[in-house]
């Protein structure tokens, strides 16, 4: 499985692909048939679909059980990742409680805040104090890390992550933050992308 081989805009769509999959009907399926109920280009759907599960059967297209499971290696879905949260705010808390990251893979086992108005005990996905966060990540095999605190706290949050074994950060705060080779990044910028969406509106 080369993931290099793989763009990041193909791995965007894989979770649209698998959730249409999941809900069609037969055996097989084609990549006319997928562009035309995502309003996607069929080459574009071909061309994504080869990448991570080889070429259809001419006029009878891919067999829907086999394309399902590809996209579940190439999401993770055969394998779970712990992960942590920290920032309980109001869209950290909109995360913790997002059902629909335990199909590709990810658990969302608890969320850390130094608030302790915030502090959540007894549930299936706590908030925890801090205090709690390096022994909790060692003792639960935590993969990725996800932080949802301001701007001001953002690093501190990152660099303690790290040293609690976390190799891979989702992060919301905005601001780009430094990590050493070996930690996967991933930086999501609300603000950037409503930006962009008002731009077009000006189109």
Known sequence: ??????????????????????EADGEYIS????ARALDLGEVLVRKDLNAIS????????????????????????SKKHNAVLVG?????????D???????????????????????????REILPMEQFDEYCRTHEIHIGIITVGEGSAQL????????GITAIWNFAPCKL?????????????????AYLINRLRD
Do not use: H
């Open 1 to 22: 499985m080369n993931k290099a081989a793989v763009s990041r805009a193909t791995l965007g769509r894989l979770p649209m692909y698998l959730k249409y999959l999941r």
């Open 31 to 34: 990549a006319t048939v997928i």
């Open 54 to 77: 080889g070429s259809g059967k001419p006029r009878i297209g891919y067999e829907k059980s086999a394309l399902i499971c590809s996209i579940e290696k190439w999401l993770g879905g």
């Open 88 to 96: 309980a705010g109001k869209l950290g808390k909109a995360l913790l």
């Open 98 to 124: 997002f059902d629909e990251f335990e199909k590709y893979g990810v658990d969302i086992t608890a969320a850390f805040d130094c608030n302790d108005k915030v502090i959540r005990l007894g549930s299936s």
């Open 157 to 164: 949050v990152c660099e303690r992550m790290i040293n609690s």
């Open 178 to 194: 430094k990590v050493p080779d070996g930690v996967i990044l991933m930086q999501e910028n609300l603000a950037l992308s409503l």
